[in-house]
T-cell receptor, first 110, second 112 residues
Framework: GENVEQHPSTLSVQEGDSAVIKCTYS??????FPWYKQELGKRPQLIID?????GEKKDQRIAVTLNKTAKHFSLHITETQPEDSAVYFC?????????FGTGTSLTVIP | NAGVTQTPKFQVLKTGQSMTLQCAQD?????MYWYRQDPGMGLRLIYY???????DKGEVPNGYNVSRLNKREFSLRLESAAPSQTSVYFC???????????FGPGTRLTVT
């Protein structure tokens, strides 16, 4: 099966700074890579996704990059705000299954 | 639209007891999933159903069974609960294989 690794496990940034979370995957057949945000006690919610035929995608302050050759993808959050504080999960889709990273707890310090 | 709903929200079981977690979606999605979430482990797929009438094992299926009752409903059954099954369980659905997954609110299960 697929193996997704996510780093760092915790990240603290000052409000207004950028945050970067990185994931690697093992199976080159994986072709869809979503990112989810989960606030404490709540359900995961999709914030951005990227498909294997695209190298970069941006949505306002959030961007995702994908390097298929190196099998890694990253989430970039610019101009961080306190409401960005949450746990972020990357995932890789392979066939009918999704494989999730272990999560990054992001804290934005006002 | 209610989206994805799950019942119950909380449950405490004794070792050896059985229970069924219910999940329903009103978005006419084909695919449905059951995950468990443990601290430091992320979300791990237990079972999924790519379409009505089909179910398949995920990463951690041992100790669980599922039923895709119809297109809307996908239940997860624990036949003989064990403390290792203490976790938060999320149901999810998606319109197609590489589409956004919509998650339910979760069920917090404790097995003593």
């Amino acid at each position: 099966g697929e193996n997704v690794e996510q780093h760092p496990s915790t990240l603290s940034v000052q409000e207004g700074d950028s945050a970067v979370i990185k994931c690697t995957y093992s199976d080159s057949a994986s072709n869809y890579f979503p990112w989810y945000k989960q606030e404490l006690g709540k359900r995961p919610q999709l914030i951005i996704d990227i498909r294997s035929n695209v190298g970069e995608k941006k949505d306002q302050r959030i961007a995702v990059t994908l390097n298929k050759t190196a099998k890694h993808f990253s989430l970039h959050i610019t101009e961080t705000q306190p409401e960005d504080s949450a746990v972020y999960f990357c995932a890789a889709n392979h066939g009918n299954q999704f494989y999730f990273g272990t999560g990054t707890s992001l804290t934005v310090i006002p | 639209n209610a989206g994805v709903t799950q019942t119950p929200k909380f449950q405490v079981l004794k070792t050896g007891q059985s229970m069924t977690l219910q999940c329903a979606q009103d978005m006419n999605h084909n695919s449905m999933y059951w995950y468990r979430q443990d601290p430091g482990m992320g979300l791990r797929l237990i079972y999924y159903s790519a379409s009505e009438g089909t179910t398949d094992k995920g990463e951690v299926p041992n100790g669980y069974n599922v039923s895709r009752l119809n297109k809307r409903e996908f239940s997860l059954r624990l036949e003989s609960a064990a403390p290792s099954q203490t976790s938060v369980y999320f149901c999810a659905s998606s319109d197609y294989r590489e589409g956004e997954q919509y998650f339910g609110p979760g069920t917090r299960l404790t097995v003593t």
